[in-house]
């Protein structure tokens, strides 16, 4: 049987000639013409067809030609791929992380198979079983080690991305320290369940950089992106742990964004996402938060916030919890049903700037919808928003937003909103600035 490299399989598939070859890759096969094959413009690579990576570690290692591997564990799991020979080098020059580095049986590191990738890095090509059952942690990280150690994601001139095929991962808590692409196949299918056993985090993004292998010219911003795939928790888990946690590096923090899109994150223990002394940016696009144990988002500190089309809530304190930020924006967002605030603003001293809620809704919580306090020179505009707490169980006591503020310097704009009861300010504390234009009140 012929070993035939194909860039793009499902256009091989779609090919029809005289003079059937099997092509093979990745588990799959397929009968085309030898003339449609030459009209891809392939060459046919000589080679050895073997059926997964334990029968891998028992080859010698060749230079001569790669060997195919038609899956990790069995054939079609969905692991394997292209593998060549790289040898002579001193003893442990090659380490196996159970992927792209594969050392023979008995090896010292001097020699090993190297799988031939484009960028990107699928957990299931390190071994992991997505079940729900077996134990991921160590694949799936052995996955993004690789991707952070590409060139792109060393020198910050681009990302490596950690693929997560569509199944089911128990794992014991994740750790990303560079800029690479964290991307599941959908927020409902990629499903990251974390091990109830666990001490750490489902993710722990903590960015850092070496002087010497930075290039901070050009390319300040060293983003993290986070897409497609859903955060869960099995059973109960911890009380103390977050679902994603955002922390500055100890050692050479940068100035770093974390973009996070189209996830899902449900039942944390205690915050769905927190980031506390994050001095970067934080952009987050259609990411819903339910049934978080503590707060759906906390922010403190954090240079730039934007989040939009997002839907937070169902929370055992607030769904949003804003303190200390330089600037933040939301745009379209849901944030629902929580035991205590909807969302509690907080600033003091220098902090605050220029902030924007824009076409929001904030009902159901068991308190306030909003407790705006503001001890600092920040200016916030809700634009377009409604506000309702939760109109069976709110009393004289709470309201649609209470404003809590001893700075006249800040101020408040309320522009085309809506309040199904009232708004009042905290008696403790002397009134901001605050205009109105088209606003609305029920009851």
């Not at 109109?391 to 649609?400: K, N």
């Amino acid at each position: 049987m012929s070993v035939v490299q194909i860039p793009n399989l499902p256009a091989a598939i779609a090919l029809n000639g005289n003079e059937p070859v099997e092509i093979v890759q990745a588990g799959q096969s397929k009968r085309v013409g030898v003339q449609a094959i030459a009209n891809l413009g392939v060459k046919e690579i000589p080679g050895q067809v073997i059926p997964d990576i334990a029968t891998l570690k028992g080859i010698p290692i060749e230079t001569s030609y790669p060997i195919f591997v038609e899956g990790y564990y069995s054939v079609g799991d969905g692991g394997g791929g292209y593998y060549y020979g790289a040898d002579g080098q001193p003893a442990g020059t090659y380490v196996d992380n159970g992927g792209t580095v594969i050392v023979p049986s008995g090896g010292d590191g001097s020699s090993a198979w190297l799988l031939m990738t484009d960028g990107v890095y699928n957990v299931k090509q390190f071994g992991a079983v997505g079940d729900g059952v077996a134990d991921d942690t160590n694949a799936i990280q052995n996955a993004i080690n690789a991707a952070q150690c590409d060139a792109a994601s060393i020198y910050g001139i681009g990302r490596a991305e950690v693929y997560i095929p569509a199944a089911t991962y128990l794992h014991a808590g994740l750790f990303i320290t560079r800029a690479i692409l964290f991307k599941g196949a959908g927020k409902t299918s990629s499903k990251l369940l974390l091990a109830n056993s666990s001490v750490n985090p489902a993710l722990t993004i903590s960015i850092s950089y070496d002087a010497a292998n930075y290039v901070s010219v050009g390319y300040p911003w060293n983003a993290v992106q986070v897409r497609d795939m859903y955060f869960m928790a099995q059973g109960s888990v911890s009380s103390t742990l977050d679902m994603i946690l955002l922390k500055n590096a100890s050692v050479n923090p940068i100035r770093s964004k974390v973009h996070i899109e189209d996830v899902t994150i449900f039942q944390a223990g205690q915050d769905g996402i927190h980031a506390t002394g994050w001095t970067g940016a934080l952009y987050m696009i259609g990411v819903f938060i339910f049934g978080s144990g503590n707060d759906g988002l906390y922010a403190n500190g954090c240079t730039d916030f934007v989040v939009v089309n997002s839907d937070i809530g169902n929370s055992s304190r607030r769904a949003l919890t804003v303190s200390g930020c330089t600037a933040f924006s939301f745009q379209s967002c849901h944030f629902f049903s929580s035991q205590e605030e909807i969302m509690y603003i907080f600033f003091s001293g220098t902090h605050g700037g220029e902030n924007f809620f824009d076409g929001c809704a904030f009902d159901g919580g068991q308190k306030n919808a909003v407790t705006y306090d503001v001890h600092g020179g920040a200016l916030t505009t809700f634009s377009s928003c409604y506000f309702d707490t939760n109109s069976q169980s709110a009393d004289a006591t709470y309201s649609d937003i209470v404003i809590a503020s001893n700075s006249v310097t800040s101020g408040l704009h309320l522009n085309n909103c809506y309040f199904d009861h009232t708004y009042s300010y905290n008696s403790h504390s002397l009134p901001l600035q605050v205009t109105k234009y088209n606003v609305e009140f029920g009851s």
